[in-house]
């Protein structure tokens, strides 16, 4: 693509660029429960990406502050969070459909009215569901690390990538990034201070500690037994 200055201008050309994808589906086996919750709820909570731009008041019937998870896995934490956040909405995206059943099937036990899910690509779903400014707060928690030198590019915390959050997120909004992979770390933090209108909510310029609305994990709960670290990383939207 070096002779296009973007994908978007090679298509215009005629030329068709590989997308590079942040995932791998590894599609596990969808359970009959799973499937059932797919079908009973996602009326009620399922987001279309093919519905184009979402008008959020619409969606969940107020005005609240909205906040956005990008892969949610199995969707327990995303769960506790908005039953513990109540005077906020909750988007959650994830490819995964085992992971989609089982978050809807969780939200319908919890009798949850302020949580929607996508299944689809995030990458889309920012370009196509979402306006600019219409968020309060993004959360990518423990992305898949690519940790082989050479598959960092599939690394979804890119500089390009981060402009597109940037352009959803309201000034003062925030993106919060957490990974138990040191060197991941360090990539979200290198990329992130280079990033154009953001500030780092490190008071040391680096790493916060966990808040207390990111759930703690069984996963992580683990790992802290076993001497692994986790590092959380803060952006405001400032500009």
Sequence with gaps: ????????????????????????????????????????????????????????????????????????GMGMS??????NEKEKDFIGIEVHRPGVGNCLAEAKNAELTNLRVFNHDAVEVFADNLADQSLDRIQLFFPDPWHKKRHHKRRIVQPEFVQKLRAKLRIGGVFHMATD????????????????????????????????????????????????????LMFERVD
């Design 1 to 72: 693509m070096s002779q296009f200055k973007s994908r978007e201008e090679a298509e215009k050309a005629g030329v068709y660029i590989r997308k590079v994808q942040s995932f791998v589906l590894r599609e596990g086996r969808l359970t009959n429960a799973q499937a059932r919750a797919i079908e009973e709820n996602w009326p009620q909570m399922g987001l279309n990406h093919e519905s184009g731009m979402l008008e959020l008041e619409t969606v969940f019937g107020r005005c609240a502050p909205v906040v956005l998870e990008i892969g949610f």
């Design 181 to 232: 992979w040191e060197n991941y770390a360090q990539h979200m933090l290198a990329v992130m201070n280079d990033a154009e209108g953001f500030n780092n909510l490190s008071a040391t310029q680096d790493y916060v500690p966990r808040p207390d609305q990111r759930p703690l994990t069984k996963f992580e709960q683990r790992g802290h037994r076993l001497g692994h670290g986790v590092w959380d």
């Design 78 to 83: 995303l769960i506790e969070m908005a039953s």
